[in-house]
Structure formats: structure tokens, C-alpha cells
């Protein structure tokens, strides 16, 4: 009874129908009692008529009080918390709006498609979406950092930079940021995956929290600055972004108004090629290294790093030569931080058989890996199998699955976390004669 009176939302057809139930359980019951006694005085009927009205009377206002706790005052967070457990793979989304936040970088508005409740996520984590692009022949898969806190969390933002093709080399320009740029419009639909990432704000720390970032890298860094505002205003934050000037700026104005909300918020602007134009817009000239980070914040924090891999290395470096220990970093990137010579690994195994047999379980196929084959990634794809990824390089973990009988060896060690009993198929090869895998 009482999950079909959840069911029902409107309260007045609730409490009628809750009425109805327990009056015709009453009634039945006292004439069943009047049956057994053989009572057929006066007093009997009478106490048949008022255990049914009691009995409406009762079930009405129980269905006015169960109302209130089932469908009343749940706080939003409980509903995203449900909402999560039924939302796994890809859902529509619908840009919304479409707002060009500088040269290089734009904003992406998304809601469902479906209109129901979308998941909540932490500050630092990401979206991954799939665009079908004209050329391609299968869908493009890519990972893009949530840059928003909206304190009813009823869209979500991405800021995707336009990845132009690198000077000097022939590569390609961008194909899914370019795609964003030039042909996604507000209308347009994208299937999107759960927020995931480790690369998060505890927001409900007091150490000090330093945010450094350069170019794009701001997006997940406006979206900490921004939980940590609406939810411990107390905690100390340093957001300190590096650009080229005004122009190739994004959030400048949305960052500094925010500032003047939270006064436990300090920020710094470094442009290394100001124009005349960005007077009095930026608070130093040159670019972000550690000896202007550890001026600004004298005392022990945390950092929080996303930008341009050469970017990250040095103030990780220019960090570690200050004494900050590797467990105060922490940094969030999409391409593969630069190595030197004396880093860099010698792929490892622990086989001595060349072919290995590999499971995809959900996809029903059993197939006979080589060293040829390439990483585990390469090979389902090969063979018609198409996991998630995005970098390809063990970064941001999208191609996370979990792993049921054997181990595998990995190419390199992997920069993302992994969850118990998981791999990263993108850097990684089997180990054993037998791999089971969840794909």
C-alpha cells in the first residue's frame, strides 16, 4: 500500500485513496465482527457507520501526512544522489546557450533532453561526450572539465578551447574542438556520460587551497573557486591564472566578481604579453612559476595545477624544489606531462607467451592478441569493439574497466587513479595467457 500511495504525487488523490483503503478495510472488518456476534441491535449498525467514517476519516489524513514525508522538503542533493544511481551510460543532452568566453574558448550550456533530474558532480570533475563528426567513422570521444558550481545544479558548462593544428608540424587541427566551435549550435543534441574524475576540491578543508592555471586550464579551477564560495566561504583560496593578454582571457570578469563576493578569495592575474588595452586587468606581467606562487602564498596549502603540460612540469618542479611534497599536488591534464630521459620506462611484462587470449565479456567475443596488436585498446578497436576513451595516454581515465581474470602490463605507469580491480586498456597490454576483461 504504502509504495502505491508513493507513486501517486498529488496530494489530494493520495489522501482520497489512502481514505478509501483503509475505510473499506475498516468496514469490512466490523461487519465482519457484527457477522460473527449475530449482533442486529440498533448499537451495532451504529457502530458499523462509525468505523467506517473513522476509518475514511483516518486513512485521509494519513495520506495527507504520508504525503509530506514522501515526496516533501528532500533536499536536491538526495534527488541527484537517486537520479545517479539510474543514470550509467549515455543520455541526450541540449546546448541551451552558446557564449564565446575569449579568442580561443566557448562555452557549451547543457540540459537533458529528457527534462528529469541530472546528476550532481564535484567541483574539478568532467563531462565525456560523443560527437558524431562527418569523415569519421565512428563516433569521437572526448573529455572536457566541468567549469561551473551553479548552487542548483540544473545545467551543466563546458569551455572547450579551439585546438588549432601545431606550428610547424603536420598534424591535424583539432577535430572535436573544432567540431564544437564551427557546427554545435544551441539545438543541437550530444550524448554525455555521468560527471566523473578524481581531480576534485574538498571543499570542506581549511588548509589553503592555491588553483594555478594557464589558458584552458582555468575550467575546472572557476568551478572549485566557485563550491568553495557557496559552501566554506571560510577556507582560504589563491586563484592564480596565467593568460596572453586580455583577449585570450576567459572568466575575467565572472572570476573577479566572485572575488567581491568572497573575501577569503584572492586572485591573480599574469599575462605575459599585455597590450595597452589590459591596464589596470592584470596584476603582473611574465608568466606563473613557483617563486611567484610561494609570495603570494607564504604558508602551507595545497595546490591544485591544470593547464599546458610544459606549464604543469615546471611549477610541479619549481614546487618540489621549495619542499612542498608531492601529497600537497595535485593536477588534472588531458595530454601526457612531458618526461625527461631518466624518467622514462621501459615498457615491462610479466609473460613470456607471444598471443594471448582476451575475453570481452559484455561484447561476447574471444580473441587472440599479439605484441603487434598494440595496447588493448588498439586491439578491441580493431576488431570492431568501440570502449571509451579520450587521451589515449592514461591520463584521465575514461577507458577505466574492470578486469576479471588475469592481470595485464602496463605500457607506462598510469597517471589517473584506478579503482580496485580495474586497468586502464589505453597504455596497457595483457600479462597473462588469459585476460577477462568487462567490455
Not at 148 to 160: T, V
Not at 214 to 240: D, E, Q
Not at 256 to 267: C, G, I, S, W, Y
Not at 376 to 394: K, M, Q, T, Y
Request: hydrophobic share 35%.
Amino acid at each position: 500500500m504504502l509504495e502505491s500511495l508513493g507513486i501517486i504525487k498529488n496530494p489530494l488523490v493520495r489522501s482520497m485513496a489512502a481514505a478509501v483503503t483503509v475505510g473499506s478495510v475498516i468496514t469490512l472488518s466490523a461487519a465482519v465482527i457484527i457477522g460473527v456476534t449475530n449482533a442486529k441491535a440498533k448499537s451495532a449498525y451504529q457502530f458499523g457507520v462509525y468505523s467506517s467514517l473513522f476509518g475514511i476519516a483516518s486513512g485521509a489524513v494519513f495520506g495527507l501526512v504520508y504525503t509530506n514525508k514522501a515526496s516533501g522538503n528532500k533536499p536536491t542533493s538526495d534527488l541527484k544522489s537517486l537520479d545517479s544511481s539510474v543514470w550509467k551510460d549515455w543520455r541526450n543532452f541540449v546546448v541551451v546557450r552558446k557564449v564565446k568566453e575569449s579568442e580561443e574558448i566557448t562555452s557549451f550550456y547543457l540540459q537533458p533532453e529528457d527534462k528529469r533530474e541530472i546528476t550532481n558532480f564535484q567541483s574539478g570533475q568532467f563531462l565525456t561526450i560523443k560527437l558524431d563528426i562527418p569523415g569519421q567513422d565512428k563516433p569521437v570521444i572526448r573529455t572536457y572539465s566541468l567549469s561551473d558550481y551553479p548552487e542548483n545544479c540544473e545545467y551543466y558548462r563546458l569551455s572547450i578551447k579551439r585546438e588549432p593544428a601545431p606550428n610547424g608540424l603536420d598534424v591535424m587541427a583539432g577535430i572535436a574542438s573544432n567540431f564544437m566551435h564551427d557546427r554545435i549550435q544551441e539545438g543541437s543534441v550530444i550524448p554525455v556520460k555521468p560527471p566523473n574524475g578524481k581531480f576534485i576540491l574538498d571543499v570542506q578543508k581549511s588548509i589553503p587551497a592555491v588553483l594555478i592555471s594557464n589558458g584552458v586550464g582555468i575550467t575546472p579551477m572557476i568551478s572549485m573557486a566557485k563550491a568553495c564560495t557557496l559552501l566554506n566561504p571560510k577556507r582560504p583560496i589563491w586563484f592564480v591564472h596565467g593568460a596572453r593578454d586580455g583577449k585570450f582571457h576567459a572568466f575575467r570578469d565572472e572570476v573577479t566578481k566572485l572575488a567581491e563576493q568572497n573575501p577569503n578569495l584572492n586572485v591573480h592575474f599574469c599575462y605575459s604579453r599585455p597590450t595597452p588595452e589590459d591596464t589596470a586587468k592584470y596584476h603582473s606581467s611574465g608568466y606563473i612559476d613557483a617563486t611567484l606562487i610561494k609570495e603570494l602564498v607564504p604558508q602551507e596549502a595545497e595546490y591544485f595545477l591544470c593547464g599546458s603540460p610544459s606549464f604543469m612540469q615546471s611549477i610541479m618542479q619549481g614546487l618540489k624544489e621549495s619542499g612542498i611534497p608531492d601529497s600537497r599536488v595535485f593536477f588534472e591534464s588531458f595530454s601526457k606531462p612531458m618526461k625527461s630521459q631518466s624518467e622514462k620506462q621501459t615498457p615491462s611484462t610479466t609473460r613470456d607467451e607471444k598471443f594471448a587470449e582476451i575475453v570481452f565479456a559484455k561484447s561476447g567475443k574471444t580473441l587472440t592478441w599479439q605484441p603487434s596488436d598494440g595496447t588493448i585498446l588498439e586491439f578491441a578497436e580493431a576488431n570492431d569493439i568501440n570502449p571509451p576513451f579520450s587521451c589515449r595516454v592514461g591520463v584521465c581515465g575514461t577507458c577505466m574497466c574492470k578486469i576479471h581474470e588475469g592481470v595485464v602490463a602496463y605500457q607506462e605507469e598510469p597517471t589517473a587513479t584506478t579503482d580496485k580491480g580495474s586497468v586502464l586498456i589505453c597504455i596497457s597490454q595483457p600479462g597473462t595467457a588469459k585476460l577477462v576483461l568487462d567490455i
